[in-house]
């Protein structure tokens, strides 16, 4: 009671001082505000972002799990927005979760013995390769030794040390191998809970993408929400035509790549597949690197069709040959033209920057971040003016 006499004596009438109570808080219950330096917040910022990076960097599951969730909601949109037209949007991304899964679950229990089964058995026929390849290379290097084509004088000891250089490395690629074999258990329930993961922010973002939408466009001022709307709408478009398109490209050159294989009688042929289209994520260098092996496989086994390794080897070429045409002009061109609208010289340079940036990621983000640099290139473009100065 004596308290509350002596407040209302230090206010006229009696009365609190308008706009804040007794406890320091606004009278309307909002928070107190906590007064801080530009200087101060500034600092507060960069330490919160130093602490995020250095989250992501010792947990690099975090991120990567993020990121393909994301990736998978932009490709999920595609038959969600199909399906919307005829059924509610939760009943279509359902049903799309559903067959996802049946996919994956198709995949795990069919394709993937194949492929161990096949990956054991070339393993164990590997020495019949180096044998193989050790042949060959002997073979090169008389060609060139009679045409005096090698450098130095002695070609046994040029070929000798040639052969010990390439044991070494197939040594070390064996350990390795094995060594990652060993973990292979682990790696698998890792691998299970990260794509687990990447699964469950996809369907999330699915379920609240309205929810974010509005959020980001409540964060922006009223006077700017159109230009956020078109950039957020940009993004969608260009991310999803072009993720959505790659997924569809990848496939259709394993498939195409295990057909051809199958049908020249080549070994190993669903394996050789899958590699394709791990190796067609990476732009131009992708379709030779997935010939690699196969050509290498025709050469040392031949086929059971055709008998003769070269013959066998030059339609295996061939095939690759008329594979890599048919994606690169009439696939991607159709199909993922719309998402980028850039110059191919420009995606080569993007490669080649995102290989010595970062490595095999640097090259499989480059075509990504190319698009996402074009949308915010075309976004700038027609908005950016110079500020026009005063008149004296």
Same mark, same amino acid.
């Given at each position: ?19 804040? &109570? ?19 917040? =500034?600092?507060?910022?960069? @330490? ?9 960097? !010792? ?19 595609? %038959?969600?927005?199909?399906? &919307? ?21 198709? !995949? ?22 180096? /044998? ?60 299970? =809970? ?9 369907? #999330? ?43 569809? @490209? ?18 190993? !042929? ?10 067609? =994520?990476?732009? #131009? ?19 059971? /069709?055709?008998? &003769? ?10 095939? #690759? ?7 690169? /002009? ?37 075509? %990504?971040?190319?698009? @996402? ?18 008149? %004296?």
């Amino acid at each position: 009671m004596k308290i509350d006499r002596w407040a209302r004596s230090r206010t006229p009438g009696g009365q609190e001082p308008r706009g804040e &109570s007794l406890s320091g808080r606004p009278a309307d219950g909002r928070p107190t505000p906590i007064f801080v330096s530009s200087r101060l917040l =500034i600092i507060i910022a960069a @330490v919160g972002l130093g602490l995020l990076a250095l989250l992501l960097y !010792a947990a690099p599951t975090v991120p990567a799990v993020g990121l393909g969730g994301i990736a998978l909601a932009i490709v999920l949109s595609f %038959p969600v927005r199909a399906l &919307s037209h005829f059924m509610p949007r939760g009943l279509a991304i359902l049903v799309t979760v559903l067959a996802l899964i049946g996919l994956i679950s198709l !995949a795990l229990f069919i394709l993937v013995p194949l492929v161990i089964q096949q990956l054991s058995t070339l393993v164990r026929t590997t020495p019949q390769i180096a /044998n193989s390849a050790n042949q060959l290379l002997i073979d090169v290097i008389q060609a060139l030794d009679e045409r005096q084509l090698l450098p130095g004088s002695d070609p046994e000891e040029f070929g000798r040390a040639l052969v010990t250089d390439l044991f070494d490395r197939a040594q070390n690629l064996t350990e390795n191998l094995l060594r990652g074999l060993l973990g292979f258990i682990p790696r698998a329930f890792g691998f299970g =809970i990260a794509l687990f993961g990447v699964l469950f922010v996809a369907v #999330y973002l699915l379920v609240d993408a309205r929810k974010i939408k509005a959020a980001y466009l409540k964060s922006v001022p009223v006077h700017y929400r159109r230009d956020a709307r078109d950039l957020w709408n940009a993004f969608g478009q260009s991310l999803s035509r072009y993720l959505g398109g790659l997924v569809f @490209v990848v496939v259709i050159q394993g498939v195409l790549a295990f057909v051809a294989l199958y049908l020249i009688g080549v070994r190993y !042929a669903i394996l050789l597949g899958v590699w394709v289209s791990l190796t067609a =994520i990476i732009p #131009y260098l992708g379709a030779f690197l997935g010939a690699i092996p196969a050509v290498i496989v025709a050469l040392v086994f031949g086929s059971s /069709n055709f008998g &003769s390794p070269t013959t066998t080897a030059i339609l295996t070429i061939v095939a #690759y040959v008329l594979i890599q045409q048919l994606e690169g /002009n009439f696939l991607t061109p159709r199909i993922q033209g719309q998402a980028l609208h850039v110059h191919p010289i420009l995606v080569l340079l993007a490669v080649i920057a995102g290989g010595e940036l970062a490595g095999l990621a640097g090259v499989v983000f480059a075509v %990504p971040a190319l698009a @996402v640099l074009r949308v915010f290139f075309d976004f700038l473009r027609v908005r950016l003016r110079k500020r026009p100065e005063p008149e %004296p």
